[in-house]
Nanobody, 117 residues
């Protein structure tokens, strides 16, 4: 069982920045494929960004490309999402997900991000 705990959410004005963290349990964090997703009120959960086990490969949704950066520190069992130039439409609950093997997924509890205009 893998436990994920997000932190770093909050209220920020448009144009501001936040950094989300996701701390993972488990001795093999460096083998986990990690991702960030978000869900706005009344909408489906959507992909935001992902990073491979070594941090050498990342992927982003078009809506956040150039503004968000995903990274990881395997020594700290933590993945980060640096969010810059935030927009009101970025308001959502942000979730991190760990993928182990081909299709075993674990989710965190979520962290609220609210961007005011």
């Amino acid at each position: 069982q893998v436990q994920l705990v997000e932190s770093g959410g909050g209220l920020v004005q448009a144009g501001g920045s936040l950094r989300l963290s996701c701390a993972a349990s488990g001795r093999t964090f460096s083998s986990y494929f990690m991702g960030w997703f978000r869900q706005a009120p009344g909408k489906e959960r959507e992909f935001v960004a992902s990073i491979n086990w070594s941090g050498t490969s990342t992927s982003y949704a078009d809506s956040v490309k150039g503004r968000f950066t995903i990274s990881r520190d395997n020594a700290k069992n933590t993945v980060y999402l640096q969010m810059n130039s935030l927009k009101p439409e970025d308001t959502a609950v942000y979730y991190c997900r760990a993928t182990i093997g081909i299709k075993t997924n674990y989710w965190g509890q979520g962290s609220q991000v609210t961007v005011s205009s």
